[in-house]
């Protein structure tokens, strides 16, 4: 029924999640939905190599936290400030 | 309240009379109020148990102000009929009575000396006082708003000093509202004020008009006595026409939702007044001291030789004002009153529209800026993201050696701190010192006058003969201890230089203009000298057409731009010119304008906010002139709704930024100009203009497609049927009430 992706990070972590959640992000929604035969468009899957684990799956938590926020329930989104610049950066290169 | 002043004869040109009140007047800007002689009058003194409206017109120089008594207290109000009470002030002392209702003796003031009885003059005051309360009896005179009338009649002798003006001024005739309190008594009278108080706003500057017509209708028509104070003259009896018809006039406000038989005497009255308010209506144009020729005739030359798009847009807009007028009648005054040829209704369905969640980017900035100094490397950041933070952290004041000192590590591209304030000299040149500045592109130390004098900049940034070699972008402003030696060796060792940015430098003189014209001639692109206060432009002009690709020029806060000057950088150097800021440089006229229409077709942003003494022919010239426009910028300047609207229809089609802040007069012709013509308007500013209601203001929203920011600070006509009934869905509103606004300060179009 749902519709998932599959996001890899440097290490080799397999994360997947539902596509909605994937979408907030600009830059893997037009992963996903370019015209041209990308395989990732195809296969669902997206792999970045730049990003380290523990940054993909703080990404992760915050797709479902943004989803979760513009239904209505606004809670706070905390991030480890060890993790901030790196999570900075990824987050800049994914449009979120 | 209680003001005691003395006047004398306006023999020359004077400045205002104390203890008034800063708000500007509605009427054009005049710097000489004719003073008035003090002559040893009787005072009378208000009788504390009648009071009433008391207007008093001294219409004609032949006729004496009689000596009556105030009998009435309720003179203390003259409620106009917008609504607003105007208070009555005489123009000397006040006598506070025991129970704290401050009662006025008015004194009216002789023109000459009392033996020349035909040259007599009177002054009136008109304040107007705002009473929202409506209940109190003691008005707060913060809202006290001289307003002096002067009605012309030219007395001879007076005139002496005057005469070289060339024309008859001055008159030695001014009407005088007198503030009345509202009886006590009446409270039916009361509560009527505090309805129409309330529902009609704080539009001052409208009080005008009404005042003049009333006046002179009052006193053309009714006969009765006065209460003025006047020495051995026979009764005035122009003066008692004017108290009758005041009182009449008040009472015809009171009781205007009655609807008696007044108002078609009152209807008789504004006819009449119509009339001979233009014969009324006083302008003292004397306000240059030391202007060039030039500017003034510019002015007055016709904004077209033949009709061209601007004035024919103007001739069709005040036609159809016209027509408007002509089916509507002249019952209804104000341009409040009239009823908006605008018809929106909200349709938005604003409570659905979901909160977005902030982005990720933000919110680790916010946690990176707490958490400043646990930072230990900026080292692979990009540029984008070091700015961001070094922008957030000035913000927040946070900003220190420690993060400079990683934005300098390395060998950056970049180093822009918008606010050096906090760097001390020792700290700048421990960070600097060992800078490998190679790369450096862009360099941007605003606020650094503490940090900045001239002996740490050979250890710092002018090391070399070459330290700055790809150095294109440098912002030093507010670097008020530099000075032009200084400058000299940071320039020598950065040749590359396409914009320098030296806002209050102000040691900085002519000569460092001629060193940048030598060095950097054949490259400087922009050149930003706002608030240079040791600049003296005569000298730099012959240095700044030595810049052969100057494409930005700001001028800002110089109070001493020229026309003539102005005019001599255009005709060298107006064809590549894209931006000119020339925000407060007051002496600027319309042939300024002309002057920028005719040789700068390039122009893309011009910045003219409070250059009050442009006209609607201005307005005319650039919308012949310019046609590349994108951001244009108004504060404070006097133009009509009709010739913005002109404007708009004929000339906007590029705008992507456009001011009207605190131009007052925009109203409805201006919102459906805006409406049909800007669709690629993204900001809009339109703060101060309280003609604009809910309907216009919603129909402009609606209409223009690109519309992202909406300004309306100080515009308490707006309501909630507008800002949650609107159906554009990207517009962002600043300036209501206590919504947050700072984030949103530098907003232009470059950064939506």
Request: with cysteine; charged share 25%; net charge negative.
């Amino acid at each position: 029924m749902k519709e998932t992706v599959k996001l890899i990070s440097a290490e080799g972590f397999e994360f997947v999640i539902d596509r909605e959640a994937a979408m907030v992000s600009q830059t893997i929604r037009s992963m996903l939905t370019s015209p041209g035969g990308f395989s990732e468009s195809k296969d669902g899957v997206v792999t970045f190599p730049d990003i380290s684990t523990t940054v993909l799956e703080k990404i992760c938590q915050y797709f479902y936290w943004s989803l979760q926020y513009s239904r209505g329930k606004e809670t706070e989104f905390h991030i480890e400030p060890e993790l901030t610049l790196e999570l900075m950066m990824a987050a800049n290169y994914l449009h979120t | 309240m209680t003001i005691l002043r003395s006047r004398e004869i306006p023999t020359n040109q004077t400045k205002p009379l104390p203890n008034q009140p800063d708000i500007e007047p509605s009427t054009p800007a005049r710097t000489q109020e004719p003073n008035v002689h003090n002559s040893p009058d009787e005072i009378t003194l208000v009788d504390e148990s009648s009071r009433r409206r008391c207007l008093c017109l001294n219409g004609l120089t032949e006729k004496e102000v009689s000596g009556e008594k105030v009998s009435n207290s309720d003179d203390k109000f003259l409620s106009l009929r917008s609504g607003k009470r105007v208070a009555k002030r005489t123009v000397d002392c006040y006598v506070e009575s025991d129970d704290g209702f401050k009662i006025e003796s008015f004194e009216s003031e002789l023109g000459l000396n009392s033996g020349n009885e035909s040259k007599r003059k009177k002054v009136c005051v008109v304040d107007l006082v705002e009473d929202k309360s409506g209940a109190s009896e003691d008005f707060d005179g913060d809202n006290k708003i001289d307003l002096r009338l002067s009605l012309g009649r030219s007395c001879d002798g007076m005139l002496a000093d005057n005469k070289n003006k060339g024309k008859e001024v001055v008159e030695d005739l001014e009407v005088i509202c007198v503030e009345s309190y509202e009886k006590p008594s009446s409270s039916m009278g009361r509560k009527k004020y505090t309805r129409e108080e309330k529902g009609k706003g704080i539009q001052v500057e409208e009080v005008c008009a009404p005042i003049v017509n009333e006046i002179v209708e009052d006193a053309v028509e009714e006969m009765e006595v006065e209460k003025l104070i006047e020495n051995e003259k026979p009764p005035d009896v122009a003066v008692t026409e004017v108290v009758e018809a005041e009182v009449n006039v008040g009472q015809t406000q009171n009781q205007n939702s009655n609807g008696s038989g007044n108002s078609s005497r009152t209807q008789h009255f504004r006819d009449i007044a119509k009339k001979n308010a233009l014969k009324f209506a006083y302008f003292d144009a004397q306000i240059e001291d030391e202007d060039d020729l030039s500017d003034k005739e510019g002015g007055e030359q016709n904004v077209e030789d033949w009709p061209g798009p601007f004035s024919t847009a103007m001739k069709i807009i005040k036609d159809r004002e016209e027509n408007v007028n002509l089916f509507i009648g002249s019952s209804l005054f104000t341009n409040r009153n009239r009823k908006s040829p605008i018809n929106w209704v909200p349709s938005g369905n604003f409570s659905a529209a979901p909160r977005k969640a902030p982005s990720l980017k933000e919110l680790s900035l916010r946690v990176l800026v707490k958490n400043a100094d646990a930072i230990t490397s900026l080292d692979y950041i990009p540029d984008a993201l070091r700015i961001k933070l070094c922008q957030l952290l000035c913000d927040s004041r946070r900003m220190n050696v420690h993060v400079f000192d990683l934005l300098v590590r390395g060998s950056p591209t970049e180093i822009r701190v918008p606010d050096c304030s906090w760097l001390t000299e020792e700290e700048f040149t421990e960070c600097f010192k060992n800078c490998d500045t190679s790369n450096l592109t862009v360099l941007q130390l605003d606020h650094c006058g503490r940090c900045m004098p001239d002996y740490v900049l050979h250890s710092t940034l002018a090391r070399s003969p070459k330290q700055l070699p790809m150095l294109s972008s440098l912002s030093l402003s507010g670097a008020c201890r530099l000075s032009d030696v200084g400058l000299q060796a940071i320039v020598s060792a950065a040749p590359e230089i396409t914009s320098i940015n030296l806002n209050q430098c102000s040691l900085l003189t002519s000569s460092s203009i001629y060193m940048l014209s030598d060095s950097l001639g054949s490259v400087l692109r922009e050149l930003y000298i706002n608030e240079c206060q040791n600049m003296d432009l005569k000298l730099i002009l012959s240095a700044l057409k030595k810049f052969e690709k100057l494409e930005v020029l700001s001028l800002a806060d110089l109070p001493s731009v020229r026309g003539r000057f102005l005019r001599g950088f255009l005709t060298a150097r107006g064809k590549g010119l894209k931006q000119l800021i020339l925000t407060n440089s007051e002496k600027l006229t319309d042939s300024s304008i002309k002057g920028i229409s005719e040789n700068c077709p390039n122009l893309i942003v011009l910045d003219l906010a409070n250059v009050c003494k442009l006209t609607d022919a201005a307005l005319g010239y650039l919308a012949n002139g310019c046609h590349s426009l994108e951001k244009l910028i108004f504060c404070r300047n006097s133009f009509s709704d009709e010739a913005v609207a002109a404007f708009v229809e004929t000339a906007s089609g590029s705008l992507k930024e456009l001011s009207l802040n605190n131009v007052k007069k925009v109203s409805h012709n201006t919102a459906l100009a805006l409406a049909k013509h800007s669709d690629k308007l993204q900001i809009l500013d339109l703060s101060w203009c309280r003609d604009m209601p809910d309907n216009s203001l919603g129909y402009i929203v609606d209409n223009c497609s690109s519309l992202k920011v909406l300004k309306i600070f100080g515009c308490t006509q707006v309501t909630d049927a507008f800002v949650k009934g609107h159906s554009n869905p990207n517009l962002k509103i600043l300036g209501l009430k206590m919504d947050p606004f700072l984030n949103n300060l530098r907003k232009s179009f470059t950064d939506l």
